[in-house]
């Protein structure tokens, strides 16, 4: 018999097994050895009030030996079998290719960036010197933007499709198996690509190709029905079906479209700063505490306030994190964050962004590209405001919401630099007085955020695409191009590294 219950652990007390047994016999009223072991199926943590807690959902297993689930694979040699392109090798690109495997189909990813590994070299110049590749960064490269930008994983996507699946393959591929309980599940940059690596492995084996630092310049057709794909080199590659997973940032992908007149639309995406504190001032205000625990991660938030009818809100928080440079050209600056698996960093970061709608940016019902010049436009005023080599424009936050440029600017993890400047000289005006009204309540919602030991990096514009590849909702196929399959964040139908998943995983289905 198995019994499913919830308990509230202490944090000292959650790798306990002998405790957790003890308290479930107490909780079940029965004889302790009558539970022959348990299962912790989630687990969060609960800070409302002064003592601090873990909540689980517990299967304890009464009169019967514990059942170890094995997850099975169903992966296919496919060597010899219809070929699926897949222009980009992100967690959508990949997980497509992992579902094309068990569908008997061999699928064929190119990347026009590097292989995971290799990434680093280009990750470390552009950290050091400014210099960015254009091809090889935190979005561009096997992995695509998740895998040196945190690997977060909670994700509200279950509607969409299988979360335990791919969580599931993230473990057969390395991950911890916290992930499968942790209601918050976080892998870490510097764990990813070793499990990205492995996964890359895995679809070579079975017969599947992935090949690096090519771009596609060309999706060719015939009568509408796609038929391949061209290479900068000149290279074609045949196919019947293309998954396009190019990531919200492929600019280029775009302009195909564009110059093949296919169908594109404007969409909503957010735009803001990224916001960076001490760690210790974020424990302290969510766990009620002087020093925090050391049976407890670095605490994270979550908040959202509207101000002036805009939702200004949280987005990507990063405890014990870094701010990364997350440029793809020479005369932009994007900011993103990410963490290590032991969130270990003094720091804690998150984009706190405001959401751009069409009927801010003019010409944007009937010009798909209106929302990404706009986007565009910003980050080059964040780069000139700068000063050049990836040096981002930042204030002090009480600074920053009443109107002084600020003296001097905290420590902080933003390696190429950041300089004193007057972020609304960067911002759009109804960005940045959304984002005076809400700073001063967040801080009255949790204790000590207020502060100017908190400093704004701008400009944190790459929450999403600015631009919707659209696709029928039965077949995702392109409403004009069949065999053509819009994917994840590039196209609009994603938001992290789980959706795209996901997303990757159902145009892989739609296969037939």
Known sequence: MQKEIELAIAPERIEDDNYILTQGSKALKINGERIKGFKIRKRSIDARSRHVVFRARIIFFIDEEPINEVF???????????????????????FAALQCLEKGLKPIIVERGKAVQDRRRDLAKLNREGIVDEDSNYCFGEGGAGTYSDGKLYTRS?????????????VAHGANEDILVNARPHIGTNKLPHIIQDIR???IAHGGEVIFEQRVVDITTENNQVTGVTLAGGRQLKANHVIVATGHSARDIFELFRTKNWLLEAKAFALGVRIEH??????????HCEVRSEHLPPAYYSLVEQVNGRGVFSFCMCPGGVIAPCSTADNEIVVNGWSPSKRNNPHANSGTVIQINLEDVPGSESDPFALLNFQREIEKRAFEAGGGKMVAPAQRMIDFVEGRISKDLPDNSYKPGTVSADLTQVLPKFVYEALRGALPIFGKKMKGYYTNEAILVAVESRTSSPVRIPRDKLSLQHPEIKGLYPCAEGAGYAGGIISAAIDGMNCANAIN
């Open 72 to 94: 099975e694979t169903n992966f296919h040699s496919v060597h010899d079998a219809q070929p699926v392109l897949i222009i980009g090798a992100g967690p959508a690109g990949l």
């Open 158 to 170: 279950d509607k969409r499709g299988d979360v335990e699946k791919v969580l599931q393959l993230f």
């Open 201 to 203: 492995e895995t679809i």
């Open 278 to 287: 001490p760690q210790e001032i974020i424990d302290q205000a969510q766990y």
